[in-house]
């Protein structure tokens, strides 16, 4: 029998078995070869040093924005703008990575702040509004996400774009802005490092300093973290703007690490796959870089299984909402819950 | 400005706001009802594009689409009950319960439609039907009148009808007086003999429905065929509209029209080299702005009041 307090570990492995399930299901159901599809989705991501540095650099970018979700989560804050803010801060870093004569140190440097600090007074304004006049963050947030896509792409196609590309595109982003690999033989980069930093920096901020533990009570219970003397406006403001820095270096960072070109035309998803990450971890900080190394690992399988065999890398698309809807069900698996809850009391009792 | 005159004073023009608000209008309906019952649906986009692929497949299989239209609501209004037992059952919180909904809509439908078809991109493969357009008997001989408001496709009809249903399901109806209850108050509701649960998984399902039909006139009208991510954001034009619109039946189909009639303008600008990027913004500006207007206002009042 294990410990109640392990609880929530067990629901959330729970809910990625019953993933990895249906995963398999759905490839019986499909494929005319099962076994080989299988292996390939699930060992394929593993098989090489390649390989392994898809999963790494595609860990990156939902860390970035799964820590952004956990902040504003922990707070109870529905707050969908790491999607807009992610692109656009992009947008912004590639508008500097564009540009030319810069030492080779300075100009990832200044595009990835820029990116950072747009982020953050962006989400400054529905964390203002939300603080100041109570407007729903939510509404706010999302107007935000469309808005800056249709601005982001006027930029881009009015003052960034190259007409000798074949797709829409801006121009090259100078190689003295690209981020450094890594990892020789695949494409990880410096962005790795900075995730981990700004990770172990989140995890110090909520449990070790006082505006962390503003920040939990608030999260907690408002009316009472305001009765406490919490001035929880301010905490309100002070997590969008952590937040919106950290989804703007995150899209930043993306752009300058894995694209030669800033070619996005829509709305990248990171944003809302963030959201899955966050729930994943339970809104913990570390626990981001489990959650989205496993979700980085089923997409890579996927995109192995689309290219290796006969059944679409689509098909993740339901497993990661039958996670998402799952993983966020209160009620899921309660049941086991009570019973063990029971059985301690009467233990005791 | 000459030329923009010009097109904006068409027959044509007037004729292309009604084509554009149908989708918007019907979503809207559905975040109208969800939303009167303390439920913010923003799986709209989800359901709609759900329902724009069953609507293809069903009408392409049946050859009829009439049936491919039934399709197209069973399935958003599946997907809306699947929702609804997420949240209303196991908890699951209802915004991300939504953006699972917009996910599994996104990738699952080029999935089936894969899976089906072989293809990624469109369904130009199966042979879908199209729902007709109806000519208004009398009134399509009005000179300039009848280009404007007759010859519309049957599902803009229906958008219209199902506003004013929609104002008096709200309104005038027992279901109404409940759903508006337990949106206000769902405790208050309870201790009435309100079954608050079940009134929310109706007006969920009914949300589904509506944005459903929007779906259906997506593929079975805006076009004649599914496309990858054809909802291309209604779902959250809908939601911006019954924001701006105060939750109202009235103020809701009034805003749906203002954002048809900007995505109308974005449209017809396209023509004169003007960017459409900017102005396809317009809607989601001026519910931000709409929104801080109104809760500035409400901040005062409740100031003076306390």
Redesign the interface.
């Known amino acids: 029998m294990f410990k109640l307090k392990y609880f929530e570990l067990f629901r959330t492995l729970a809910v990625v078995l019953i993933a990895l399930l249906l995963t398999m299901l759905f490839i019986a159901l ?1 494929s005319e070869q099962k076994i080989e599809t299988m292996r390939i989705f699930l060992t394929e991501p593993l098989s090489s040093k390649s390989h392994i540095g898809n999963v790494i650099e595609m860990a990156i970018p939902l860390m970035f924005t799964g820590l952004a979700m956990a902040l504003l989560f922990r707070m109870n804050l ?1 707050n ?1 703008g790491a999607e807009g803010i992610f692109f656009f801060s992009g947008l912004v870093a590639a508008a500097i990575g564009i540009q030319t004569g810069l030492s080779p140190f300075i100009h990832p440097v200044l595009a990835i702040a820029a990116g950072g600090i747009v982020g953050a007074l962006i989400a400054f304004i529905p964390g203002f ?1 939300k603080a ?5 963050e ?3 947030s ?6 800056l ?3 982001g ?2 930029i881009l ?2 003052y960034m774009r190259d007409a000798s590309a074949y797709t829409t595109s801006s121009y090259k982003i100078a190689s003295s802005a690209q981020l450094v690999r890594i990892i020789p033989g695949t494409r990880v980069h410096i962005g790795l490092l900075i995730v981990l930093v700004f990770i172990a920096l989140a995890y110090i901020f909520v449990y070790k300093t006082r505006w962390g533990y503003e920040l939990r009570m608030t999260g907690a219970n408002r009316e009472f973290a305001e009765y406490s003397g919490i001035k929880t406006g301010r905490v309100i403001i002070y997590v969008h703007l952590i937040a919106g820095f950290t989804a703007g270096i995150g899209g930043s960072v993306e752009v300058l690490g894995m694209h030669p070109r800033f070619d996005w035309v ?1 709305l990248p998803g990171y944003g ?1 796959d963030g ?2 990450v966050a ?1 994943l971890a339970k809104n913990g900080p570390l626990a981001v870089v489990g959650s989205a190394f496993f979700l980085a690992y089923i997409r890579v399988g996927a995109e192995m299984m689309a290219r290796y065999s006969d059944v ?1 890398a ?5 497993i ?3 996670i ?3 993983v ?5 698996l309660k049941f086991l819950k009570n019973r063990m809850l029971l059985k301690e009391a009467e233990k005791n009792g | 400005m000459d030329r923009l005159l010009e097109i904006l004073f068409t027959t044509d023009f007037a004729y292309s706001i009604f084509r554009v608000t149908t989708p918007i209008l019907f979503a809207a309906l559905g975040a109208l009802i969800s939303n009167r019952a303390g439920i ?1 649906n ?1 799986g709209l986009e989800g359901i709609m594009l759900t329902s724009a692929l069953t609507g293809v497949l069903i009408s392409a299989y049946t050859g009829s689409a009439w049936i491919g239209l039934i399709g197209a609501a069973a399935g958003g209004m599946l997907i809306a009950a699947i929702l609804a037992f ?1 949240t209303l ?5 209802i ?3 939504g ?6 809509a ?3 439908t ?2 089936i439609l ?2 089906l078809t072989g293809e ?1 991109g469109t369904s130009s493969t199966l042979a879908s039907k199209m729902l007709p357009n109806v000519d208004i008997p009398l009134i399509q001989d009005i000179p300039y009148l009848g280009l404007i408001v007759s010859g519309h496709h049957v599902l803009t009809y229906l958008s219209i009808a199902a506003a004013v249903l929609v104002y008096f399901l709200l309104k005038r109806t027992p279901l109404g007086l409940q759903i508006r209850a337990v949106g206000e108050n769902p405790e208050a509701a309870q201790s009435v003999g309100v079954r608050v649960k079940r009134i929310r998984y109706i007006a969920l399902v009914l949300s589904g429905l509506f944005a459903s039909l929007g779906g259906a006139f997506m593929s079975m009208g805006y076009l004649s065929q599914f496309t990858r ?1 054809m909802t291309a ?1 209604r779902g ?2 809908a ?2 509209a019954e ?1 701006m619109g105060r939750s109202t039946a009235v103020g809701t189909t009034l805003t749906s029209f203002l954002f048809g009639f900007a995505q109308a303008l974005s449209n017809a600008l396209q023509l004169l080299k003007i ?1 459409s ?2 102005i ?2 317009v809607p ?2 001026t ?2 702005i709409g ?2 207007i109104y ?2 206002r ?2 005062k009042k409740s100031q003076k009041g306390g």
Request: glycine residues 6%; aromatic residues 14%.
């Open positions: 499909i529905f969908l509004l100041r006049l109570n407007a729903n939510l509404v706010t999302l107007m935000f996400n469309s808005i896509l249709g601005v792409l006027y196609n009015y829509a809302f959201a899955l729930m679409p689509e098909m993740l698309a339901v990661q909402s039958a998402l809807l799952l966020s069900a209160d009620q899921f | 913010v923003i997420f059952e196991l908890k699951t919180d915004i991300l319960g953006i699972a909904i917009n996910a599994f996104s990738g699952g080029v999935f894969y899976l990624k991510d954001g959250w034009i939601l911006a924001s960017p990027e900017l396809q913004t989601y500006l519910t931000v929104l801080v809760a500035w409400q901040t």
